[in-house]
């Protein structure tokens, strides 16, 4: 679990790092470009911090509900105002509390769903996960910048 971790880390920091050197034009709202995607990330890194919490308090997650581009869509809505530095923060604070909670649960015996009516993973897959999720997201927004310059 904890190569994991780190890995998901340094992803992490890699896409924050990303982030912090883009021209300020490249941040503005788009249909679906950086900033989205930053919005996109927190919102489920923050989304799983708050399962694994109630997880752990013995309560039943508040989990999202509605397919995977609505919560997106409406993620999006809901961050439009918040600086780029602030969202920046959150996925910082995000990961650094979701080590934290991973390190609770030495047996990895937690299957976590992202929403409602989604299958449940254990916690080393579901970060496995999330850490090449975060990576390709990255690896798209390179891309689509090489070809613009």
Do not use: C
């Amino acid at each position: 679990m904890k190569t994991e971790l780190e890995k998901l880390r340094r992803t992490v920091e890699s896409f924050i790092h990303f982030m912090n050197r883009l021209p300020e034009e490249h941040l503005a709202p788009a249909d679906w470009g950086p900033r989205e995607v930053l919005v996109h990330l927190v919102f489920w890194h923050e989304t799983y911090v708050s399962t694994i919490e109630a997880l752990i308090a013995g309560r039943t997650p508040d989990l999202p509900e509605g397919t995977f581009a609505e919560l997106n869509a409406q993620a999006v809505r809901q961050n439009a105002e918040v600086p780029i530095a602030r969202l920046l923060e959150r996925f910082r604070k995000a990961q650094s509390r979701l080590e934290e909670l991973a390190i609770l649960d030495p047996s990895r015996s937690w299957t976590i769903p992202a929403k409602a009516g989604s299958k449940a993973r254990p916690l080393d897959e579901l970060i496995k996960r999330i850490e090449a999720h975060i990576r390709n997201h990255e690896i798209k927004l390179r891309r689509q910048f090489v070809r613009q310059a």
